[in-house]
């Protein structure tokens, strides 16, 4: 027999977590817009490497990046609301994560290809942030087998 554990709200741990994850995304593209949190604000444009703000001083944003947060943060919120759908999120999220991590090292920074705009401090963020969805939507996405004894 194969069962799903979920806690007091109904919700399986796989779609508590996605929903954090989503909520931290949706906050996130929201401070990013937020000037003193987002330092050279007058400086942000809307995509390129030229875009020299930063969230919380570290991570270089710019308006496009900061709507892609939002969107990746409202997806999370809505498909949390299935076991499948949480899962495939966070598995999902963690691989496009690693792809940019990975367009972040390959990349030049001074690059016009580099248009989300991503610095050192963002690649390392979403090579962490792909591992953790990924190791997430794999441990907790398993169904868990129990057997009735009778």
């Known amino acids: 027999m194969t069962t799903t554990s979920h806690?007091?709200?109904?919700?399986?741990?796989?779609?508590t977590v996605a929903l954090i994850v989503g909520a931290v995304f949706l906050l996130v593209g929201i401070l990013g817009f937020i000037p003193g949190i987002t330092s050279n604000y007058g400086a942000m444009l809307f995509a390129s490497d030229q875009s020299d703000a930063l969230l919380?001083?570290?991570?270089q944003v710019s308006i496009l990046h900061n709507i892609v947060h939002l969107l990746f943060g409202v997806a999370g919120l809505s498909?949390?609301?299935?076991?499948?759908?949480?899962?495939?999120?966070?598995?999902?999220?963690?691989v496009i994560y690693l792809v940019l991590w990975?367009?972040?090292?390959l990349v030049g920074k001074e690059s016009a290809a580099n248009f989300v705009p991503l610095n050192t401090a963002d690649?390392?963020?979403?090579?962490?942030?792909g591992v953790g969805m990924?190791?997430?939507?794999?441990?907790?996405?398993?169904?868990v087998t129990t057997r009735r004894h009778t």
């Open 102 to 105: 990975l367009y972040g090292l």
């Open 56 to 59: 919380l001083g570290v991570f």
């Open 79 to 94: 498909v949390a609301r299935s076991f499948s759908g949480a899962k495939n999120y966070l598995i999902g999220g963690g």
């Open 123 to 129: 690649d390392w963020l979403h090579f962490v942030l």
């Open 134 to 143: 990924i190791v997430l939507g794999v441990v907790l996405g398993r169904r």
């Open 7 to 15: 806690n007091r709200t109904g919700r399986a741990p796989v779609q």
